[in-house]
């Protein structure tokens, strides 16, 4: 089939190829059930053109493939999150930075050993993409220091406070001031 011409499936309406989409996810529906189901509704609306069987089980296919990458992708965040514990939004964030940078040095490689052809948009779009990763990370690490000087500058005011409670009575030991802030923060 020529790539410019449109597969049957990609011609349909997208509210009938939602509903095959939701045909070919129901387990208790064989691709013949699905296929004679679409048609009928393809016909009642009036559409002339009608679904073979091999086109039904050429989309399937492909969307089996793509559902198993998204759950292997879901499956590799879940166990970095689970390894990166209790801060997953920012390593995540690197982490991914990593990932997208090792698949550009992995196609820029590709096209300087001539495994890939080179293609000026490609490499524009690979820039952009670097430039928008170098930035992110960047902005991460500031927007990271600002938190933790936040943190820093309301433990200090808290702290401040329960000074200031404890010693309005009059003066205190070292570890009597010790004591009443470690009941405060439960610590």
Request: zero cysteines; charged letters at 40%; aromatic letters at 2%.
């Amino acid at each position: 089939m020529p790539r410019d011409q449109q597969s049957s499936i990609d011609r349909l309406p997208d509210d009938i190829r939602e509903k095959l989409n939701e045909m070919l996810r129901d387990p208790r529906l064989t691709q013949i059930a699905v296929r004679e189901k679409i048609n009928a509704i393809l016909e009642d609306d009036g559409h002339e053109e009608q679904l073979s069987y091999s086109a039904i089980n050429r989309y399937k296919l492909k969307m089996d493939k793509v559902g198993e990458k998204i759950r292997q992708s879901r499956e590799v965040a879940k166990m970095w999150i689970g390894r990166l514990g209790a801060e997953p939004q920012g390593e995540v964030g690197k982490l991914l930075n990593e990932m997208v940078r090792n698949l550009a040095f992995d196609a820029t490689v590709a096209m300087a050993e001539g495994e890939a052809p080179v293609e000026p948009k490609m490499l524009k779009d690979m820039a952009i993409a670097i430039d928008r990763l170098e930035r992110a990370a960047s902005e991460n690490v500031k927007r990271e220091e600002e938190i933790r000087r936040i943190e820093r500058e309301r433990l200090k005011q808290e702290t401040m406070k329960v000074v200031e409670k404890a010693t309005a009575s009059g003066p205190m030991t070292a570890e009597a001031l010790k004591e009443k802030i470690r009941e405060v923060y439960g610590v």
